[in-house]
């Protein structure tokens, strides 16, 4: 649901947006369905989106997080994300974070909420100053904190490499 199988033929990650959601979004002729969160308002310019249990399943594909930071999104929090979604997100710049059932509970009783979401300190800080933790992968981490993808990190490693490389020729 996040990104239909139809929209899955492309290799661009640009554009990818308007199809986010795009069954429950539009109705049948393509206009927005003004019921559909999305379509409203109060979600325009929302960087966090607040999402059920077991996001992202069956979502294997890179489309699904691409589609999610093309609409603008940045990170993602459950209390529960599908693995192969929370590792195509990694990989492509968007942070899924994993919260308790009280602190998920509570944001989907108060969208809009502004949050602070501190990656260096592995934390989600809610109105009021209340601190909810989550886990995240040390390397992963690394990567979004610096603004680089494995490749990018491989490629700031080069002179290392070329050492070793040369060591044990």
Known sequence: QIIPARFLRTTVRAGLGKQLFADWRYAADGTPRP??????GAAAGCQVLVAGRNFGCGSSREHAPWALLDYGFRAVISTEIADIFRSNSLKNGLLPIVVDEASAAWLLANPGSELLIDLEGNR???PGGREVPFQ????????LLNGVDELGYLRSQEAAIARYEQAHA
Do not use: S, T
């Not at 019921?35 to 409203?40: C, E, T, W, Y």
């Open 35 to 40: 019921d559909f969160v999305l379509n409203q």
């Open 124 to 126: 989600v800080v809610l």
């Open 136 to 143: 995240i992968e040390c390397f992963a981490r690394y990567c």
